[in-house]
């Protein structure tokens, strides 16, 4: 993957050059958002090629967890600065409606077609290989860059035939407005991961059913599950114990705790803590202070009554 993202950057890079002098001989709005597109595309494919080799290096002491973060990062970096350069395109747009000027439909489609080459090419490339969401904000930019390439032929082919230059103002409109519901996807689905919220795939209420549901536990609460990257979950967790269940059993009580959150909810990074009771004066969600406690002779059937207590 690493080396069609150099090649992806070599083709964004020479795509640009070009896309600059027609924008600068066709006088075209549309255009001009592109080459803005292109040139953000060019330092995503910069950016989305740095985070991937910065994500294989191994995991050091300071960073325990390895650097796979860092696609997050980039996939949030990516986003946010597509959403910027829409906003800012969008109001350039809003302008020509006001005070249209003439445009050269000619530079207009020849750069287009180049550009939509290109990007069709690129797109191709990052389908193949590994994929995350680092690779899918890349995919999203210039899947972004190959529609207003086509919105561009298009106004050009209606100004051409109508001789009414707001054509090309109003489908850049369009056009923009579609790339920034697009990113922002992408900005949400990374925020979360950046600020360490449980992940859409894994409903908590779920799995603390499934684990008190386990022979010998009677609670489960201060249940915390974040996401080290965008394919990898890690969870911390306190299980309340009955009072039958011995030291000898613990081992093969967590070893099954860690089973099924690794195979149902695929979290590969546990912290699970035993306990006898659960502290009145704990704080930690989604224990609350004035909850009462799970009583040693919890009947299964009150588990979801039980799951309330703790998270309502």
Same mark, same amino acid.
């Given at each position: ?33 592109? !080459? ?23 995991? /050091? ?100 035939? /109508? ?10 409109? !369009? ?39 386990? %022979? ?22 306190? !299980?309340?114990?009955? %009072? ?25 990074? /546990? ?37 309330? /207590?703790?998270?309502?």
């Amino acid at each position: 993957m690493e080396r069609r993202l150099s090649v992806v950057a070599i083709m964004v890079g020479s795509l640009l050059a070009f896309e600059i002098v027609a924008a600068f001989f066709s006088h075209s709005v549309a255009l001009l958002s592109d !080459v803005a597109h292109v040139g953000t595309d060019f330092l995503s494919a910069l950016l989305t090629l740095f985070a991937e080799r910065i994500a294989r290096r191994p995991s /050091t002491q300071l960073m325990s967890y390895g650097f796979k973060r860092g696609t997050v990062v980039a996939a949030f970096v990516n986003g946010f600065s597509l959403i910027l350069l829409s906003v800012i395109i969008l109001g350039q747009t809003i302008l020509r409606f006001f005070y249209p000027e003439p445009v050269q439909p000619f530079w207009m489609i020849g750069a287009a077609l180049v550009a939509l080459s290109v990007d069709g090419i690129i797109l191709w490339m990052l389908t193949k290989g590994e994929q995350n969401l680092n690779i899918k904000s890349s995919f999203i930019h210039f899947l972004g860059d190959a529609l207003v390439s086509f919105g561009v032929i298009l106004a050009a082919i209606l100004v051409s035939v /109508t001789h009414k230059p707001w054509f090309d103002p109003a489908i850049t409109f !369009v056009l923009v407005s579609v790339m920034i519901y697009t990113s922002w996807k992408i900005v949400k689905e990374s925020l979360l991961i950046l600020m360490e919220g449980t992940p859409n795939t894994i409903k908590l209420e779920i799995l603390y059913d499934v684990i008190c549901r386990l %022979p010998g536990i009677l609670a489960v609460h201060d249940i915390h599950v974040w996401a080290v990257s965008d394919r990898e979950y890690a969870a911390s967790l306190h !299980v309340v114990i009955g %009072p039958k269940v011995v030291i000898s059993d613990t081992d093969r009580l967590l070893k099954e705790i860690e089973g099924i959150l690794k195979d149902r909810f695929g979290i590969v990074h /546990t912290a699970i803590q035993l306990e006898s009771h659960v502290d009145p004066e704990h704080h930690g969600f989604p224990h609350q202070k004035d909850h009462e406690p799970f009583e040693d002779g919890v009947n299964r059937k009150d588990v979801p009554t039980a799951f309330n /207590t703790f998270f309502v």
